[in-house]
């Protein structure tokens, strides 16, 4: 079983920038795609990025492509989601889900085994 945390959030001004970071408790990281969700008060939780096992492969939701970047390092069992060009509604708390397959991701599938806690990410104007 894989166990995840999350860590890197904090309130921002807008159009400053946040790197999160997710931790896995062992060093079977490598055998997962992982993704980044997030959700906001009052709305229902939306994906927000996914990377492939290798990080060869990435995918972005509409609103945050361009100016979020997911990388991995395998050695170190950790993904990261640079943010940058905060936004206010970008504010929420953001979740590392570890999945089987990338494709998954790309598909819209939302159900995943494996989740950290979160971490508050909030954006004032």
């Known amino acids: 079983q894989v166990q995840l945390v999350e860590s890197g959030g904090g309130l921002v001004q807008a159009g400053g920038s946040l790197r999160l970071s997710c931790a896995a408790s062992?060093?079977?990281?490598?055998?997962?795609?992982m993704g980044w969700f997030r959700q906001a008060p009052g709305k229902e939780r939306e994906f927000v990025a996914a990377i492939a096992r290798e990080g060869l492969s990435t995918f972005y939701a509409g609103s945050v492509k361009g100016r979020f970047t997911i990388s991995r390092d395998n050695g170190k069992n950790t993904v990261y989601l640079q943010m940058n060009s905060l936004k206010p509604e970008d504010t929420a708390v953001y979740y590392c889900?570890?999945?089987?397959?990338?494709?998954?991701?790309?598909?819209?599938?939302?159900?995943?085994?494996?989740w950290g806690r979160g971490t508050q990410v909030t954006v004032s104007s």
């Open positions: 062992d060093s079977t990281l490598s055998n997962y795609a």
């Open positions: 889900n570890a999945g089987p397959y990338y494709a998954d991701y790309v598909q819209g599938r939302q159900e995943f085994e494996y």
